[in-house]
């Protein structure tokens, strides 16, 4: 976990714009660098518009960095079609997982370095710091949506059975009283 790069450490303007023209993916660098020294004239007199090498290494950890996400979300969606669940709530909690994993895996790398002679950076603890939080609240939201859609099933479930019974009538001797104890065993209002 070393320093910011050159990219990382620009006027949040420039930084927005070199990623939407990375997604883009229409320009060679020498246009993207263009194209920002005409977006940018101010950054490019001062000679912090970065250099071709420079995009060309942000734009290779971009492409790792969506590879991976990529690769996480079709195990994902591979995962849940093998379980036979509902995918959305089955890949939420997979996703958190793999989100924790990844998390750990950063900290113990950075844990291993410390022990190899490199010191930790007090950025780089409050990185670490940060993505626990992250991760944390990104499980407690996919526990909440959770919760949401099962009350949200039971409130649908118990609609449509009071649209039967009041769709019953008095059909096979079931009585209005008989269909007041259904709805109130059943929780109906």
């Known amino acids: ?96 997982q793999s989100v924790t994993t990844l998390a750990n895996r950063c900290a113990f790398d950075a844990l291993e370095r410390t022990d190899g002679g490199e010191s930790m950076e007090i950025g780089d603890v409050l990185d670490l710091a940060r993505a626990a939080k992250t991760v944390q609240e990104a499980r407690s939201l996919n526990l909440r949506e959770r919760h949401a859609v099962a009350e949200y099933a039971r409130k649908q479930l118990l609609q449509e059975q009071d649209a039967k019974l009041k769709a019953m009538g008095n059909k096979g001797g079931v009585t209005d009283e008989a269909k007041r104890a259904i709805r109130e065993a059943l929780g109906i209002a």
């Open 1 to 96: 976990m070393g320093g910011k790069s050159s990219i990382e450490r620009l006027p949040e303007p420039v930084k927005k714009r070199i990623q939407q023209l990375l997604r883009e993916n229409r320009l060679t660098l020498e246009g993207l660098v263009s194209t920002l020294q005409t977006e940018f004239p101010e950054q490019a007199g001062a000679g912090e518009i970065p250099s071709k090498s420079s995009l060309h290494r942000y734009s290779a950890s971009i492409k790792t960095i969506v590879a991976r996400e990529r690769e996480i979300a079709v195990a994902a969606e591979a995962l849940v079609g093998e379980l036979g669940e509902n995918f959305d709530s089955k890949a939420g909690a997979l996703l958190a």
